[in-house]
């Protein structure tokens, strides 16, 4: 069974950084895609960025030139810098490992909460 730990979340200030980590146990052999989604209040879950194992990335306009991720197969991470960060990037982040072959499995960390403000 996978386990998704994140941290790094909290509480910055408008134009501030901030780092997500997200660190597995158990094997993972199978997964190929590592991310992070994030959900603000009263909004559905999207998409922030993802990197697959052949480094193809994913970004959310809303994100890009802003923050960046990376990935350690050798440690099992995935981490997300945030920079310039801004009052509608407040959201609880989750980080996502998914496989892209059957039976498709993904699991998800259990959530870390990011708050912009002055």
């Known amino acids: 069974q996978v386990q998704l730990v994140e941290s790094g979340g909290g509480l910055v200030q408008p134009g501030g950084s901030l780092r997500l980590s997200c660190a597995a146990s158990?094997?993972?052999?199978?997964?190929?895609?590592m991310g992070w989604y994030r959900q603000a209040p009263g909004k559905q879950r999207e998409l922030v960025a993802n990197m697959r194992s052949d480094g193809n990335t994913n970004f959310a306009d809303s994100v890009k030139d802003r923050f960046t991720i990376s990935r350690d197969n050798a440690k099992n991470t995935v981490t997300l810098q945030m920079n310039s960060l801004k009052p509608e990037d407040t959201a609880v982040y989750y980080c996502?490992?998914?496989?892209?072959?059957?039976?498709?499995?993904?699991?998800w960390g259990q959530g870390t909460q990011v708050t912009v403000s002055s």
């Open positions: 996502k490992f998914a496989a892209n072959r059957p039976p498709f499995e993904a699991y």
């Open positions: 158990g094997s993972i052999f199978r997964i190929n895609t």
